[in-house]
């Protein structure tokens, strides 16, 4: 009897050791496995009443397991638990893009809706606000929304 119970604790810990370690479903199938084989032994070897206890522990202990390391997951130092705000100091827009803010300069290639364009003497790729732009338009900057600055034309 102390080899299927073995068994089944083995088993339950590798589906724990399965919200930890990222294994791409292999500790789920060796889970699987273990307490597979523990319900076969069961099943081959003792009562049926002893059987139908494993199978009946099963059905509600590894529902349990699974819902409470999820929940536990979600508070574990393993997951990111923080949102990436400015607030926080992580941006994925580089601070010095504001920069180009209200500058003028001339487009570099045509804006359709994206190109390049010269601002005050540097290279910046730009983007409209969807309509076409020729190549050696006059431009300013309307908006930076993260790493994308938007320009529109000064000879509307």
């Not at 099943?43 to 536990?72: H, N, Q, R, W, Y």
């Not at 130092?77 to 949102?83: E, H, T």
């Not at 005050?120 to 983007?127: F, L, M, Q």
Request: proline share 4%.
């Amino acid at each position: 009897m102390l080899i299927p119970v073995l068994l089944q604790i083995a088993g339950i810990l590798v589906i724990i050791a399965e919200f930890i370690l990222p294994s791409g479903g292999l500790l789920s199938i060796l889970a699987a496995s273990l307490i597979g084989y523990s319900l076969y032994t069961v099943f081959a070897t003792f009562s049926m009443e002893t059987a139908m206890v494993f199978l009946a522990a099963d059905i509600i202990l590894i529902p349990v397991v699974v819902i409470v390391g999820l929940k536990l997951l979600a508070t574990s130092p393993l997951s990111l638990r923080k949102r990436l705000t400015r607030e926080s100091g992580f941006t994925s827009q580089d601070p010095a893009m504001e920069r180009y803010l209200e500058k003028t300069g001339k487009t570099l290639t045509d804006l359709r809706p994206s190109g390049m364009a010269d601002i005050e003497g540097e290279k910046v790729d730009v983007v409209s606000r969807g309509e076409y732009i020729d190549k050696g338009t006059n431009i300013v900057v309307t908006s930076v929304e993260g790493n994308q600055v938007i320009v529109r034309s000064t000879n509307e």
